[in-house]
């Protein structure tokens, strides 16, 4: 029997809807590796939800002009609807509710009676004009590690956390005119520091498994001090603290991370109808499940260092995951992209004009894996159209020329094995010890040129074993199914198979032809009622 699977798409913070760039990092990549291990036939539970806490809440919210929950109960909705869109399938997208937060107060309750936090006066930003501390994302300056604009508490650019007082010439972000003081404070912190020794053993069991540049930064900061990590601000916007040591004080939204993923897995299992016995029993230690996190490189420092010594803390209570897929930052146009300055395509756009199925491969195609990459939409029209949609919908017309749908072909002695080839090699792309949408994406396009060369020299009268070509054409529908997730349905339907990754799938000494479904380039736009009438 193998381990059931858990996989968290990293909670988005719900200050506005998806643009591509986000749904490129963690949820595409995470919806691609579940669509595999379903075909595969391990039993997967994939969840997120909104991350309301966050003060970037509270930052857009105040540039826009509206409140922090109206904004997060709008973004969690159109964060929902544009999955759907995408067709990045979560089995439960969590609302922040009563049972939520009722999670995250027995996770840092738990913590508390077991005497994981510890009392500290800290130095904090603080405007004197607005009588507020400024904290992570209230206040910007320059990181102490690489000297990038960063904002409290983490790096978006090196990654590594940014100490309370450490920012070099902070500013306000609401009010960069706003001049910053500083003030103590009196909070909660978690000290890192003292989970340095599990820390190195949980990391270096891993070593050899995940990406090089998350390898790279956990050795980088595990070779330093480790800070004190804040459980508690002096803020509004957040879940009020429920200690007394810390009267009128918010929790860490980043706190938040593990109890809310728990609570997420929580709902998805309740929205397949079963209902566990507490919040977080998806993620205690005696369900032994296969823990995987998907989060972005800019938060790597949280998920893999903070969240790790917490579950930790726990002593033996919860699982720990088993992989962190981190993924780089994407570009729009070879520029950041800005919400605030309108560079940005929102995938919700983007689906509504190209085919899902083509925007989900050009994403795997240049997902930023290891190194930061770009979307470019001229770039997405060019390859698509030409290694893709061009090729495959030949192949898809010479087929249907030499073939009749429903005709037995017979399979050479040799057909199985190379079918089976083209499945191992989708197989090791999906695999997350090999993970790698680039390469899944680049598979899709050298199969599908090569099988429409053998159709083509086929049409041309050469001798050319068209069992062996749709024998093959199944495994490239079946590897490229969990990113083409239209088209290959309908192939699937239409030729009569479940797709498979198995060599067993292919041990067969005949085949059937059948239509093979085209790709369009553009969304076909719906006829209106006087076109249908
Ligand atoms: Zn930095």
Not at 459 to 482: K, M, N, T, W
Request: hydrophobic fraction near 40%; proline fraction near 7%.
């Amino acid at each position: 029997m193998s381990r059931p699977v858990l996989v968290i798409g990293g909670p988005p913070t719900t200050n506005g809807d998806m643009h591509i760039g986000h749904v490129a990092g963690p949820y595409v990549a995470a919806d691609t590796h579940v669509r595999y291990l379903r075909a595969a036939g391990r039993e997967v539970l994939f969840a997120s939800g909104g991350d309301d806490s966050q003060t970037y809440v509270y930052t857009t919210a105040a540039r826009l002009g509206t409140t922090p929950q109206a904004l997060a109960d709008k973004s969690w909705a159109q964060i929902k609807t544009t999955w759907d869109a995408m067709g990045i399938h979560v089995d439960g997208f969590a609302p922040t509710d009563d049972g939520y937060r009722r999670n995250v107060y027995d996770y840092v309750q738990r913590l508390y009676d077991l005497g994981k936090f510890r009392l500290r006066t800290v130095r904090l930003p603080y405007s004197e004009a607005k009588g507020m501390y400024l904290v992570e994302g209230l206040v910007g300056g320059d990181c102490p590690t690489c000297l990038a604009d960063s904002r409290g508490g983490i790096c978006e650019a090196c990654g590594h956390p940014v100490d309370f007082d450490a920012l070099i010439e902070p500013y306000s972000i609401m009010d960069p005119s706003d001049p910053v003081t500083y003030r103590e404070a009196e909070i909660l912190v978690f000290p890192l520091e003292e989970y340095r020794e599990q820390l190195l053993a949980y990391h270096e069991a891993r070593a050899d498994r995940w990406r090089p540049h998350a390898v790279q930064f956990i050795r980088e900061l595990l070779s330093r001090p480790l800070p004190d990590f804040p459980i508690t601000y002096p803020v509004s916007w957040g879940m009020p603290a429920p200690f007394a040591e810390t009267p009128g004080q918010t929790l860490n939204a980043w706190l938040e991370g593990m109890p809310a993923s728990m609570y997420c897995h929580n709902f998805a299992q309740r929205e397949q109808g079963t209902t566990p016995p507490s919040g977080d029993d998806a993620w205690r230690a005696e369900h032994d499940a296969e823990l995987v996190f998907f989060v972005g490189f800019d938060n790597l420092y949280i998920w893999a260092a903070v969240h790790i010594a917490e579950l930790i803390a726990h002593e033996g209570r919860y699982i720990l995951p088993d992989t962190i897929l981190c993924n780089e930052f994407y570009e729009l146009e070879n520029e950041k992209f800005s919400t605030s300055k309108g560079h940005v395509v929102w995938a919700r756009d983007l689906v509504a004009e190209v085919p899902r199925d083509l925007v989900r491969f050009y994403l795997n195609l240049t997902a930023p894996e290891h190194a930061r990459t770009n979307f470019s939409r001229a770039a997405l029209d060019k390859i698509v159209g030409e290694r893709l949609v061009g090729p495959w919908n030949e192949l898809a017309a010479t087929l249907g020329k030499l073939t009749t749908a429903g005709e037995t072909l017979p399979v050479s002695p040799e057909g199985p094995a190379r079918a089976a080839a083209i499945a191992d090699r989708f197989g090791l792309c999906f695999e997350l010890s090999s993970f790698s949408l680039n390469r899944a994406a680049d598979l899709i396009v050298q199969h599908v040129e090569r099988l429409r060369a053998h159709a083509a020299r086929a049409l041309d009268g050469e001798p050319v074993e068209l069992g062996d070509l749709f024998l093959q054409l199944r495994a490239l529908i079946s590897g490229a199914s969990p990113i083409l997730i239209d088209m290959t349905a309908r192939a699937a339907e239409a030729g009569g198979f479940t797709p498979s990754l198995s060599a067993a799938a292919y041990a067969v000494a005949s085949t059937t032809a059948f239509p093979v479904p085209g790709l369009d380039t553009r969304v076909q736009p719906t006829p209106t009622l006087a076109e249908v009438s």
